[in-house]
């Protein structure tokens, strides 16, 4: 397993980190099989969408926003709640498939980190 | 790995593709274990639910529509950010365990291809 | 592949299954790898969140009622088409990184089981 140490700048943020993840995967030697990227934090999601145009992540936090507002009367006393509920939303696990070393994504596919109670130090585990 | 080819018809569509994935266990001779289903697409997703009775699937479709508008304000040039949105959220790859040479799914569970922006030509990759 | 069973009370309630799903893997036998803990069910799910805090939970489940309102004129004769979004929402499946043994969880992770449709008996499968 390696460990990928992420530093968020706002609340809300879609970071790529297929590049991150790429050069991991060279580091554990995987050729062929399926890479897993998993985020140990309950306030934080991965998912993969298009990284090609940045108003993609940007519009996705936002209807996730209107989805889930911050503020609604939540019973959880850090107030936080909405960035739980959108950790579940996303998923804290994904894999995508290797082929001689190569990580398999689609043209238009990118991996993104989802902050979602930033900012924060936070880490990303590869195996 | 290996890919099927799949034909959406309209914009939102939830197609069954449960047995197309059992045929190429068959064809990738995977007996125990598990298999992947991902889909190399941002504006599709793939989920496992109910395909007995296709009203499922069709109300699955709706209430996505309702939680996430097709036409709202979205900064995304192409004007599919509800596409790529609902892609996330349904999910880009999942697992399947695999015992005898055979899928193990629930009573009631099939593999769905989610598509949100055809009508298209699309792919699954299985592995 | 090891199956645990599960007994829900209520129509939506998020069930704590990581002592569960530890006790499992010891049976299994898994030293290093992943676990993958997959439901069979159309309308429950599985998902990774906070579990140190019972209220980020019912937030949860309060939240997930707001997107997915049960009563909305929805197609499928049953009538549980909201319990069959949420499970697609949260997935079907999930896997975790395991080291010498031991499930590899954030300080704050836990792995719930999802039920939108209860009570109801039910199964969890893990491998």
Redesign the interface.
Known sequence: ?KKISIQSHRRTEFIDITDLVRAELKDLGLRDG?V?V?????TAGV????HA?P??A???G???E???PWE?H?????GN??A??K???????????V?AGHL??????GIFFCEFDGPRSREV?I?
């Open positions: 397993m399926l897993t998993y985020v140990p934090h309950t998912t993969i969408n298009e145009d108003d993609v940007a519009d996705l936002n209807i996730l209107r989805m889930v609604n939540y019973r959880h006393g850090e709640s909405a739980h509920m950790a579940s939303l996303m998923g804290s696990s994904l894999q995508v498939l082929e398999c994504l689609g043209t238009w596919q585990w195996q």
